[in-house]
């Protein structure tokens, strides 16, 4: 009898733990799946946002390519005096000799304010008028009187000549009155610049696609499916956020789920207000939050062996003091396999040092004091996903792990976080009567200067790398939004990528 209400007290305590396991094992659950997205999202902006970079480059080198074509003293003298035969042949053989250095290129021409074509990268096309409808020829020589001395960019458009996409430009030229005497025009495929989009790998997204819609008439200007280019998007969440965009509402990054046939996906968006596009990067569902599923994979399979310890136990309980023992040691390796995956989370693999998801879970109820106020200095490596298309993975592996361990010489007791793809903070706590302001940026421009140093790479000999930094100083209530600063910083401030670090003091 005494045995029985013994066993009842241990199945019952036992019980207990298993309730309490369980909820535990929930709550962490929801809070790394929680951490885990904002990860993956914050991660699929920030690649967006460096493509949408890609493309406007991209246009505005074509925009400097026409500009320097305008201004040829073969252009303008032509313009000056358009039928001149002799002029004529100057122009022709300078834009035939100018057109071969460019890439990608349909056409560069020059003709007279009425579309007259005067020289022309194909000469068959030299005597042709472009625009014969006057409604359109008003059209095109309004807009590029309102862009002045800029290039007026017609946009991403399949050309009517060659039935390929192109980017569409024109500029005016004006004489020294002030007066449009023609104009000159340019189209360069968009093959290249597509070209290099699918080329540059997203580590950890393998089923993601591009899509470019124009904000105006919504229509797509890059997409998987080629049919579709050219068409209004039926997406109606992409239409809202067109239809926002156009009435200056909304954000300009930013992400959305949808479903097609019958796969949901995860699109993160970026939006270009000089050319009025929107560029988006799609993919599944699954692959995006793959870690998210994973880690509540894994927290399942840990409840359920706990569930099956806590019976097992039970059951031998009153036969076995030998196996309670083993059962000890089995809870203890469990444990351990908890510790590691908690550090998988929360530590960068390649860097060994903390990731974002660390930084919200440190500073989660931190507050400082004026006496001790905390200093956050961020490293951007300027150019990341352009040193691993010329250098390789490896060398940017290499920089990565290099720069880890030069801001440890530097900012010696601190704690190093990799936030980004290519950003480092540094978190300090000092005394204020031991150390000022003007002490941490001196340090900082300390580690700014090794950084950017000459580094003797393992396979590409000695190579300089740019980065960009920032200090913020912040004294009350620390969370994530120090980093959101620290990247409108260096984003808005283009200085910084010129030695310069800026700081700011966020205290409240």
């Known amino acids: 009898m005494k045995d029985s209400k013994r066993i009842s007290a241990v199945t019952l305590i036992l019980i207990s733990e298993l309730v309490i396991m369980i909820i535990l094992s929930l709550v962490v659950t929801k809070t790394i799946s929680f951490t885990t997205r904002k990860s993956s999202m914050d991660n699929m902006q920030t690649i967006t946002s460096e493509r ?38 100057k122009a022709q053989a300078y834009t035939e000799s100018f057109s071969k250095d460019i ?21 068959d096309i ?32 399949i050309s009517p000549a060659s039935g390929r996409q192109i980017v569409s430009m024109y500029k005016a030229v004006y004489n020294e009155a002030n007066e449009p005497i023609g104009l000159v025009g340019l189209g360069i495929f968009t093959d290249s610049l597509v070209s290099t989009l699918n080329d540059i790998s997203i580590s950890g997204f ?17 997409i998987d499916d080629e049919e579709l280019i050219g068409k209004p998007t039926e997406n109606k969440t992409i239409r809202q956020i067109c239809a926002n965009l156009s009435k200056g509402k909304g954000s300009e990054e930013g992400s959305f789920e949808y479903r097609a046939d019958g796969t949901k996906y995860v699109s993160t968006y970026c939006y270009m207000p000089k050319y009025n596009w929107l560029l ?20 399942g ?61 440190d500073f989660e109820e931190v507050n400082s004091t004026e006496d001790h106020p905390y200093y956050f200095i961020m490293f951007n490596i300027s150019n990341f996903s352009d040193i691993n298309s010329r250098y390789g993975n490896d060398t940017g592996d290499w920089l990565l792990t290099k720069t880890v361990e030069i801001l440890g010489q530097v900012f010696k007791n601190s704690r190093i976080y990799r936030t980004g793809a290519d950003e480092f903070i540094v978190s300090l706590q000092v005394n204020s009567a031991e150390k ?36 913020a100083r912040k004294v009350g209530t620390i969370n994530t ?13 283009p200085e910084s990528q010129f030695g310069r670090i800026n700081f700011t003091d966020l205290s409240s």
Do not use: C
């Not at 359109?136 to 020589?141: D, N």
């Not at 941490?440 to 421009?445: G, N, S, T, Y």
């Not at 980093?483 to 910083?489: G, R, S, Y």
């Open 52 to 89: 949408a970079h890609i493309i406007q480059t991209y246009v505005e080198n074509s925009e400097k390519i026409l500009a320097y074509y305008s201004k040829a003293d073969q252009i303008s003298a032509l313009l000056s005096d358009p039928t001149n035969r002799e002029l004529q042949a």
């Open 103 to 123: 890439e990608n290129l349909e056409g560069i021409y020059v003709s007279e304010w009425n579309t007259h074509v005067l020289a022309h990268t194909n000469p």
């Open 126 to 157: 030299v005597g042709l008028v472009t625009r014969k409808d006057p409604e359109p020829l008003k059209q095109l020589q309004d807009s590029m009187l309102a862009a002045g001395n800029d290039v007026y960019d017609t946009g991403i458009i």
């Open 206 to 222: 393998d089923d993601s696609f591009y899509t470019m819609i124009n904000v105006n008439d919504m229509k797509y200007i890059f």
């Open 280 to 299: 988006m990067i799609d993919d599944t569902k699954r692959e995006v939050y793959s870690l998210t599923y994973l880690m509540a994979l894994y927290m």
């Open 301 to 361: 399979i840990f409840g359920i062996a706990i569930l099956g310890l806590v019976i097992l136990f039970s059951f031998i309980n009153r036969k076995q003091e030998k196996m309670n023992q083993k059962l000890a040691n089995t809870i203890v390796k469990s444990n351990k396999t908890k510790e590691s995956l908690y550090a998988a989370m929360f530590r960068d693999v390649l860097t060994d040092v903390r990731n974002r998801i660390a930084f919200s879970m």
């Open 436 to 471: 000022h302001t003007s002490d941490i940026l001196d340090i900082a421009q300390d580690a700014y200067e090794r950084l950017t140093s000459p580094q003797q790479t393992p396979t590409m000999g000695k190579v300089n790398f740019g980065y960009r930094a920032a200090v």
């Open 481 to 493: 939004s120090v980093i959101t600063v620290l990247k409108a910083m260096l984003n808005k401030d």
